[in-house]
């Protein structure tokens, strides 16, 4: 499945009837959507009333292999912020498109993203309009403390404590100042995961959905 230009995105998941939910895959810098396929098949399975696309980043990543949302070369705690704040209205306007092409609106939608993927979608939730029920963050951080509460998005952060390239603190910086702002949000921890997703990710994807603001419209199987 693709859309036009930014849009495009592997269709993991289509219900042969209108789609109750919609959840959205966003892979890390360097990496391609098919590296998600294998975990949105596992939350298809959970959720098969729900539309589940892995989307690919917009640019070739400065890796020399994959797509990026934004460059990570030379990237530091300085720049990041103005480089997530550029590309950010891609992400905005990737989520949209594919929100009208199934039909499924923001009360609907689940944001799952790993590494760049995850900065992306936690970032989105400093919008005014929000852009879903759920952002799933795993091994991801803002690029910059948020400022507000996002509504009624709930966040729920997932890391593995050995992870050694996005350490566990940023997350645990995120969930302090959310918590400050008296957001909506919770962290999952793993003992001697690196930055990967393993079972215990899945399986704890899994039970944040179902506890939380998705499942009475629609996701929970």
Known sequence: MSGAGVFDAIAVHQPATPATSLVLLFHGVGAQPQDLVPLGRALAAQWPTACVLSLRSPDPSDLG???????????????????????????????????????????????????????????????????????????????????????????????????????????????RQLDALRAPVTLDRFPGLGHGIDQRVLDAIVRRLQDGALAPAGLAG
Not at 130 to 139: C, D, H, Q, S, W
Not at 147 to 171: C, E, K, Y
């Open 65 to 175: 292999r994959g797509w990026q949302w934004f460059s990570v070369a030379g990237v530091t705690e300085a720049n990041r912020p103005d480089r997530v704040a550029a590309t950010l209205p891609r992400f905005v306007d990737t989520v949209r498109h594919w929100q009208q092409q199934t039909g499924v609106d923001a009360t609907r939608t689940a944001l799952v993203g790993f590494s760049q993927g995850a900065i992306m979608a936690l970032e989105s939730t400093q919008q005014p309009e929000p852009l879903a029920t759920a952002v799933v963050a795993i091994a991801g951080r803002f690029a910059q403390p948020p400022q507000s509460a996002p509504g009624q998005t709930r966040i729920h952060l997932m890391h593995g404590d050995a992870d050694p390239v996005m350490p566990l603190r940023l997350a645990e910086d995120a969930l």
